[in-house]
């Protein structure tokens, strides 16, 4: 079974960036929609983006579109998250996941069956 690794996270001021990786080892990887998930204390993991198997297509959740990019590189068997205009709302725990599905559009905890351990993300005001 793939085992998910992130990596990135920190304290950034509002209005900055950051760049999430995700690392799959063993198990498949390249045939899977991969996607991001993130957690705030108090609050349900809720989806911010996926991506389609070959990279051509992603999908984002309308809190972040147009600020982060989700992207692949599946020789490196990686996974980005480009963080760009952070704002204090996106501070949570970021999860990196991998869909039991084909469909980019199932964005349900519940279509994602391997998870990574999260990264936490902190944005100050």
């Known amino acids: 079974q793939v085992q998910l690794v992130e990596s990135g996270g920190g304290l950034v001021q509002a209005g900055g960036s950051l760049r999430l990786l995700c690392a799959a080892s063993?198990?498949?990887?390249?045939?899977?929609?991969m996607g991001w998930f993130r957690q705030a204390p108090g609050k349900e993991r809720e989806f911010v983006a996926a991506?389609?198997?070959?990279?051509?297509?992603?999908y984002y959740a309308d809190s972040v579109k147009g600020r982060f990019t989700i992207s692949r590189d599946n020789a490196k068997a990686t996974v980005y998250l480009q963080m760009n205009s952070l704002k204090p709302e996106d501070t949570a725990v970021y999860y990196c996941?991998?869909?039991?599905?084909?469909?980019?559009?199932?964005?349900?905890?519940?279509?994602?069956?391997?998870w990574g351990q999260g990264t936490q993300v902190t944005v100050s005001s």
């Open positions: 996941a991998k869909s039991a599905y084909s469909d980019l559009l199932r964005s349900t905890t519940t279509s994602y069956r391997t």
């Open positions: 063993g198990g498949t990887f390249s045939n899977n929609v």
């Open positions: 991506v389609s198997w070959d990279g051509g297509y992603t």
